[in-house]
């Protein structure tokens, strides 16, 4: 009987540590133990990083949790080097519908011909982050997608290594053979650790479908994160989780926004769709490689992602 006692306490608990991944969009349930909330507080203290940035000219307010209303976050997974403020290695938009309760996603492509607002520029999507950093990221993404992006998750994808680690390795299944900075890749079932999480996720120029492919990784990995965390059998894990994501990951939420996602909408993560560019075609530019997205497809995907935020 303590056992199965035991056995509950640890799952619920576990369902917070899930919260705490709302970064890579776990949007989970509620901690009761101190320690961990305690542990939890601090770590998004540590995450949080508020930006200079007005409510979006795309809304009328705030979003209010407590109204479940739909919101949206842009995943920005980020290469930083020393010296170098980097680029936005990926971009995912997600938009979150506790109404329908699902989640959508959208992996835009780095090299996306694009308008990057704040610059007066036209360049691949990417460049937003070295010219102007979050917020010129998001503006960019903002206009693009002809959206209110709310809320943005940085990842310092070296960082990422420790999160995969902090969570005793991932499992994903692989649909191509290939090897790249010293690891072998085969097609199947793969169980990895950080350092090959990593170079499983870059990896896209021995992929016939290029960044699509990279981007279809990326969520393999991403999945298999939440996956993972939420079928670790021991509580003492936790810290190593809080550590790494405190160390390798930024955000605007505050501590009492997470709070109110988890408590109005974590449904929504049980339903998550994938949204898929279907129309696009790669092509040089000044002798400059670009992937452009015709008018029609771009409107195809604001929509959709219009009707899910209920604009």
Excluded: C
Aim: hydrophobic share 35%; proline share 2%; no cysteine.
């Amino acid at each position: 009987m303590r056992t199965e006692k035991h056995k509950k306490r640890k799952k619920r608990t576990w369902v917070k540590v899930l919260g705490i991944l709302v970064v890579l969009l776990v949007l989970g349930g509620g901690a009761y133990a101190y320690s961990i909330y305690h542990s939890l507080n601090k770590a998004v203290e540590t995450m949080h990083s508020p930006i200079e940035r007005d409510v979006s000219e795309k809304r009328t307010k705030e979003v209010e949790f407590n109204d479940a209303e739909p919101f949206s976050v842009l995943l920005l997974g980020v290469d930083e080097r020393e010296n170098d403020k980097g680029r936005s290695d990926s971009m995912i938009v997600l938009t979150v519908n506790p109404e329908v309760n699902s989640v959508k996603m959208l992996s835009i492509p780095r090299d996306t011909l694009t308008d990057i607002i704040g610059h007066g520029t036209r360049d691949k999507i990417n460049h937003a982050y070295a010219f102007g950093g979050v917020e010129m990221s998001m503006d960019t993404v903002e206009n693009l997608l002809d959206i209110p992006i709310d809320y943005y998750v940085q990842i310092n994808m070296e960082g990422f290594e420790d999160i995969v680690n902090a969570v005793g390795g991932v499992t994903v299944q692989n649909d191509i053979d290939f090897s790249v900075d010293g690891h072998e890749f085969n097609k199947g079932e793969l169980s990895l650790n950080g350092k090959e999480a990593l170079a499983f996720t870059r990896m896209r120029h021995e992929d016939p479908r290029g960044d699509f492919g990279r981007q279809l990784r990326q969520r393999e990995i991403i999945q298999a994160v939440i996956n993972e965390g939420a079928s670790v059998s021991s509580l003492w894990k936790f810290d190593d989780i809080f550590d790494a994501l405190g160390n390798n990951v930024k955000t605007n939420m505050k501590f009492e926004e997470m709070v109110d996602i988890q408590k109005h909408y974590k449904a929504a993560a049980k339903k998550i769709e994938q949204i898929r560019i279907e129309d696009g075609s790669g092509t040089k530019i000044d002798g400059i490689y670009y992937y452009v997205i015709p008018d029609e497809e771009i409107g195809r995907i604001q929509g959709i992602l219009k009707e899910h935020l209920e604009l």
